[in-house]
């Protein structure tokens, strides 16, 4: 299912810390995990994903010391579920097509429309690692 929401500034919000892992389960048990891990309330993103680990969890928390608790808490709510990776954004670069500044403000926007976007409309971002689509 489907939903949609209205997106905040982090430092607005009480939850500015973005945590991701990269978990896996049975495959007959996507289902019950699923529904078990979008169930907190901190859990922003939950997706099956092809490969070794099987689901993919962005989550928001209110600091880096409730990383683990958050992690905690998901294992005893979801059991059959292996977080085997994870990962912490500090800054977030684009969020739902926009650009976002180091306080978590809009500064541009991004096309969503993921069909006319090609190869050639990728530009390097603050860093070395990361890229996105130049803005319109």
């Given at each position: 299912m489907l939903h949609t929401r209205c997106e905040v500034a982090?430092?607005?919000s009480e939850w500015p810390v973005t945590v991701i892992q990269w978990g896996r389960a049975a495959a007959a048990e996507l289902e019950r995990v699923s529904r078990g891990v979008t169930g907190a309330r901190e859990v922003r993103l939950c997706a099956g994903v092809t490969g070794r680990n099987n689901v993919l969890i962005i989550a928001w928390v209110k600091s880096l010391t409730d990383v683990q608790r958050f992690e905690v808490r998901l294992a005893?709510?979801?059991p059959g579920l292996e977080i085997t990776d994870r990962a912490v954004a500090l800054w977030p670069l684009k969020l739902?097509?926009?650009?976002?500044d180091e306080q978590g403000y809009r500064i541009g926007g991004v096309p969503l429309d993921v069909r006319t976007a090609g190869p050639s409309?990728?530009?390097r971002g603050p860093s070395s690692h990361r890229s996105c689509p130049e803005p319109e």
């Open positions: 982090r430092p607005l005893q709510r979801v739902s097509g926009h650009l976002l409309t990728r530009v």
